[in-house]
């Protein structure tokens, strides 16, 4: 069983377009981020939700936004896609429960193209 | 917030040479600080880890080390493989629920 799962792996789409990448995680954590990579690697956090608490990266713009259903679950919405937003997204989620730091779980990523 | 500067940002090592990367970090509350490997079209995965009450630790060919004073971290890497060749991230955390994480190293092993 994949541990943390996203769907697509792959996503091409024209600019203007609003589109949602979907995450999953079955290993009972109680936190979730999204990330996104840019083309020189760099993992920028974009959102961190806990226990109902949702933290933003303020240098996201407001046309990402991350819904989530249930714990096991943090979905992220684009709207009005822009050529810049083309990158890999990556889910992951950790159990921050603890006082002590315990290790993130990622995704397989999201290879998002906008044309 | 966190801040964490990765160097070097490539790295290129011939097969069986010794790999060194190395980290600094701004949050005197971090207390847990991991290390990951991305491979290629995959997601980073972990491959060790050292909290704020431990100074070193080793996994059969790579160990870290941590410098609480100096707020230094470091990734050793031995008898280097061809399959190392990946890139490797820093991270640290504990101040707050969002790990942060350097901007990766490349490490290329020639055969």
């Known amino acids: 069983d994949t541990a943390v799962s996203q769907t697509p792996k792959y996503l091409v789409t024209q600019m203007g377009n609003d589109k949602s990448i979907k995450c999953e995680q079955n290993l009972g954590h109680d936190t979730m981020y999204w990330y996104k990579q840019d083309s020189k690697k760099f993992l920028k956090i974009m959102f961190s939700?806990?226990?109902?608490?949702?933290?933003i990266n303020e240098t996201v713009p407001n046309r990402f936004s991350p819904k989530s259903p249930d714990k096991a679950h943090l979905n992220l919405h684009i709207n009005s896609l822009e050529l810049g937003d083309s990158a890999v997204y990556f889910c992951?989620?950790?159990?921050?429960?603890?006082?002590?730091?315990?290790?993130?779980?990622f995704g397989q990523g999201t290879r998002l193209t906008v044309v | 917030g966190e801040n964490v500067e990765q160097h070097p940002s490539t790295l290129s090592v011939q097969e069986g040479d010794s790999a060194v990367i190395k980290c600094t970090y701004s949050?005197?509350?971090?207390?847990?600080f991991p290390w990951y490997k991305q491979e290629l079209g995959k997601g980073p995965q972990l491959i060790i880890d050292i909290r704020s009450n431990v100074g070193e630790k080793k996994d059969q060919r790579i160990a870290v080390t941590l410098n609480k004073t100096a707020k230094h971290f470091s990734l050793h890497i031995t008898e280097t493989q061809p399959e190392d060749s990946a890139v490797y991230f820093c991270?640290?955390?504990?101040?707050?629920?969002?790990?942060?994480f350097g901007r990766g190293t490349s490490l290329i092993v020639h055969p």
């Open positions: 949050d005197s509350a971090s207390n847990y």
């Open positions: 991270a640290a955390s504990g101040g707050s629920y969002i790990p942060t």
């Open positions: 992951a989620s950790r159990d921050a429960g603890t006082s002590a730091g315990t290790e993130a779980f």
């Open positions: 939700y806990n226990n109902k608490e949702l933290i």
